[in-house]
């Protein structure tokens, strides 16, 4: 079988080399590159790809962002490849849904290995994990939302938080926490954003929009009744 995958590295000695490493193997994975993030999340928007390799320090777009943005349509693999290995940031690219994280220097055949054994797992996964809560089905292979069977669509932002609070149901997500998770640590707005946005999700959500519990002074929650 073969795989499609992307790189997205500004440094062009290190797109040339891990393109020509990947070539002279077996012919199984085909990379094409993007040199900043504005131009990755073009082409992640014009096809699907196997696999995502992101450099975080990304002229335009950084890598966080992007995989933020992956991350809320899609369960694509994405392995972050650079230069910062602080452990606040690998533990940052984990929590933004990254599936590995490679720190400069590589060894290319350690990466190689990874990158297949990521591109095998994830072909093995056949099975949706569709989660629930109460009224409320999310697909996050599909990225659908359903309530009491009946399709939802939700705009970017909503579907984010949404996931969030599926995959912490019944915990009390914090302003501050939506902001970091769904906004990035870069934003500098306030925490209204996350009172207006919850809003707007609860009213396209109709009668399952009363499962979003207000926590005065904190933040909200999901609970699987009205």
Known sequence: MAYSVLLVEDDEQIREIITDYFASKDGVITVETAS?????????????????????????TDGFSVCRYIRAKSSVPI????????????????????DDYI???????????????MLKRANG??????MTCGKI???????????EGSPVDLPPKEYEILKYLMEHKDWVAERETLLTRIWGYDYFGG???????????RKAMGSAGEQIKTVISKGYKLTDKN
């Open 36 to 60: 900043d993030g504005d131009r990755g999340l073009e082409l992640i928007h014009e096809k699907e790809y196997d696999l995502i390799m992101l450099d975080v320090m990304l002229p335009g």
């Open 191 to 201: 925490d209204r954003v996350v009172d207006n946005h919850i809003k707007k999700l």
């Open 137 to 147: 089905s999310l697909d996050p292979v599909k990225m659908t939302v359903t309530v």
């Open 79 to 98: 392995l972050f490849l650079t230069a910062r290995g602080r452990e606040e940031d690998r533990l940052y690219g984990y929590e933004l849904g990254c």
């Open 125 to 130: 996964m056949t099975v949706s994990r569709v």
């Open 103 to 117: 720190v400069k220097p590589f060894s290319l055949a350690e990466l190689y290995a990874k990158i297949t054994a």
